[in-house]
Every structure is written in structure tokens, then in C-alpha cells.
């Protein structure tokens, strides 16, 4: 910056010599400040001089000054070890990489998969290609007073893909629990085997495991059970939920297990987790906003205080508590809607299983 003592202010700068070199370097001069800036786009010099003018008319000249315009450093450019082809994409390491620069990968087909950088190192997977189908890899490095850079690597995924695993399911009823007197009768769940573009077809049963539950705790486990069986209590408790889980271990004709469990209670169970999921982040963003309303009705308290001071003391204490009202309401609002969509839930989860079959509440 050019700086001038003396004279009326404020002052004005202005270029006496050297307006067109500057101009054509790609920078300029502030005529109210006196900064010269601006990005270049030419190396070498130019030579420039500027008059500062005060609010009466007087002015001084600086001897004319050189300013060297100087490239911009590169980035790094990055590099790559050899590609490994998988099923569906491959894998591929950047192997200079720096955290000093911030590095942006894209790719031509499928999706990109970023790992945490060790060291130098830095791996990238690649999925979502068909057999033998290509795309390329492009990383581009910055940084702040860098000329960015990029480079790429071309790779596929393997020519033949593996053949997508089997799949078991329940074709015709979940696994059922019945109470009579103080014995639970459990009957297996009817299953069916389904290979990918194939029929049905009987499964071939390695382990079958039926238990039964109370209260989301295991009473019994039964192994080796294709059809029914039944459990004598003690005593029935009133109050408890009694349920019956099965999980199944099969295999196909190539000796490929899987293991499942098919009870209409365990699907209930993962579709819960993702509902109290959603209700515990409605409740959090809900305490979040109310908590910042409080937070900014408190600090307009604190303005009206020293801005309206002719008011009495009693009226600020009523307003903070008023306030502190707002923000207890707004919680419980919250914590009601939590407990209403979690009420709701288990009234609705009871009502299926006790429509499927699988549960017995004792009043």
C-alpha cells in the first residue's frame, strides 16, 4: 500500500505514471486506500507512480517503483500405485498425498468410496461398474497461491462377476406361539428356498432355532426343530409379553450358508430402530430450536435492561420468568411428542403380532 502523511484529509491516490502497464498486468491501484492488487496474468515488471491528493488540492508524487510479478508455485501432482480389479469397480491408492492441499476426486462411472488418508497414502475404492466396464479416476490438488493440478487413472472391474448369493425367505407362515393353561405350543416357521432366477423349492434346514421370549428376555431355546414344540412355565406372569423367535441356518446345493431370523417380532424390531431414530432427531432439532429462541428471548431481556431503563424492576422479573416458562413448555412439548410416537409404536407393534400369531400378552 502507498501511505501519505500531512495534507487535509482524506486523502485520494491516483497513478502518474505507468496506468497501462498496471492496468494490463491484471492489477489495480485503490484510489481511496492506495493498495495496489489484484492477480496477475502476465510475469516480468512494471514500473508505476502514484500522486496522493489531499481535500484541498495539494499532492505529492513517489519516484516511480518497480513491482515484480512472480508464477504461482504448482501443486503437487498426484500419483497412483496400480489399480486392483474387484466384482464390481476396483481399488487404488494415491500415493503422494498431502495434507497440505485439498485433494477432490471424481470419477467417470460408478461411485467413489474415500478412506482416511494414512501418511502418504491415501486409498480409493471405486464400485458400481458392470463386468469389465472401465472408468477413470481424476484427482485434482489446490491450495491457496497454487496452480491446481490434477491426473488420472483408467481402470475396470474383473470380466466375470460372481454370481449373487442365494436367497432364503418365508414362503408361507412365521413362526406362531399359542398358550394353553401354562404350556406355550411354538410352531416353526413353513420355509421355502429361492435361488436368483430360479423356482421355489424346499429349503435345506442345517440348524433351526426357536426361543421364546418374555419381555424381550430369553425364557427357552430349542434346537433342531422343523415342526412345533411346546414349554410347560411354572407360572404365567401378568403383565408380560411372551413372544416366539426363529432364526434358521440353510444352505444350497454348492454348501453356501445363510442365516436369517423369521420372526415377524425381529422385522419389527429393525423397523423400530429406524422409527425411534427419526423420533429421537425430531426431538433434538425440536430442543435445538427451542433452545436458541430461549437463548435470543434472553438476550433481548438484557437490550430492554439497559435500553429501558425507566421501566420497573418488576417488569424485567416477570418477563425473565415468562421466558423461563417458554422454555420449559417447549421442552416438554418435545419430550411429549417423543413419548407419543413411541407409545403409538408399541400399541401398533402389539397389535400386529398379536394379529400374526406370534405373541401372547397376559393381561
Excluded: C
Aim: aromatic share 6%; hydrophobic share 40%.
Amino acid at each position: 500500500a502507498i501511505t501519505a502523511s500531512g495534507g487535509t484529509t482524506p486523502l485520494s491516490y491516483s497513478l502518474s505514471s505507468g496506468a497501462q502497464a498496471l492496468a494490463a498486468s491484471g492489477l489495480a491501484l485503490n484510489t481511496s486506500t492506495g493498495v495496489i492488487s489484484g492477480t496477475p496474468t502476465e510475469t516480468g515488471t512494471v514500473t508505476v507512480a502514484v500522486t496522493a491528493t489531499d481535500s484541498v488540492g495539494s499532492s505529492a508524487t513517489t519516484s516511480p517503483f518497480t513491482i515484480t510479478l512472480l508464477d504461482d508455485p504448482d501443486a503437487i501432482i498426484p500419483t497412483f500405485d496400480t489399480p486392483v480389479s474387484t466384482s464390481d469397480g476396483f481399488t487404488v491408492h494415491v500415493t503422494n498425498y498431502d495434507a497440505a492441499y485439498t485433494e477432490q476426486a471424481s470419477v467417470t462411472a460408478g461411485s467413489i468410496t474415500n478412506s482416511i488418508p494414512q501418511g502418504a497414502s491415501w486409498l480409493l475404492t471405486i464400485t458400481g461398474l458392470a463386468a469389465g466396464q472401465s472408468a477413470t479416476l481424476t484427482i485434482t490438488t489446490s491450495r491457496i497461491g497454487y496452480v491446481s493440478k490434477s491426473a488420472s487413472v483408467t481402470a475396470s472391474s474383473s470380466s466375470t462377476q460372481a454370481p449373487p448369493p442365494p436367497s432364503f425367505f418365508v414362503a408361507q407362515s412365521p413362526v406362531k406361539i399359542a398358550l394353553s393353561g401354562t404350556t406355550f405350543t411354538i410352531s416353526a416357521a413353513t420355509l421355502e428356498f429361492s435361488y436368483h432366477g430360479g423356482g421355489l423349492q424346499p429349503a435345506v434346514v442345517r440348524t433351526q432355532v426357536l426361543t421364546l421370549m418374555g419381555n424381550d428376555q430369553v425364557l427357552f431355546t430349542f434346537k433342531e426343530i422343523t415342526d412345533s414344540t411346546t414349554v410347560t412355565l411354572p407360572a404365567i406372569e401378568s403383565g408380560v409379553l411372551y413372544t416366539a423367535q426363529e432364526s434358521v441356518s440353510e444352505k444350497d446345493a454348492a454348501e453356501n450358508f445363510s442365516s436369517h431370523n423369521f420372526s415377524v417380532e425381529y422385522a419389527q424390531w429393525q423397523n423400530d430402530r429406524a422409527v425411534k431414530r427419526a423420533l429421537t432427531t425430531t426431538y433434538y432439532a425440536a430442543i435445538s430450536q427451542a433452545l436458541s429462541d430461549h437463548e435470543l428471548a434472553l438476550h433481548q431481556l438484557a437490550l430492554d435492561r439497559v435500553t429501558k431503563k425507566k421501566l420497573p424492576t418488576k417488569y424485567f422479573d416477570a418477563k425473565a420468568a415468562e421466558v423461563q416458562q417458554l422454555w420449559h413448555a417447549a421442552r416438554a412439548a418435545a419430550e411429549l411428542t417423543r413419548q407419543q410416537g413411541l407409545d403409538a409404536l408399541r400399541t401398533s407393534d402389539l397389535a400386529d403380532l398379536r394379529n400374526a400369531g406370534i405373541s401372547v400378552l397376559i393381561p
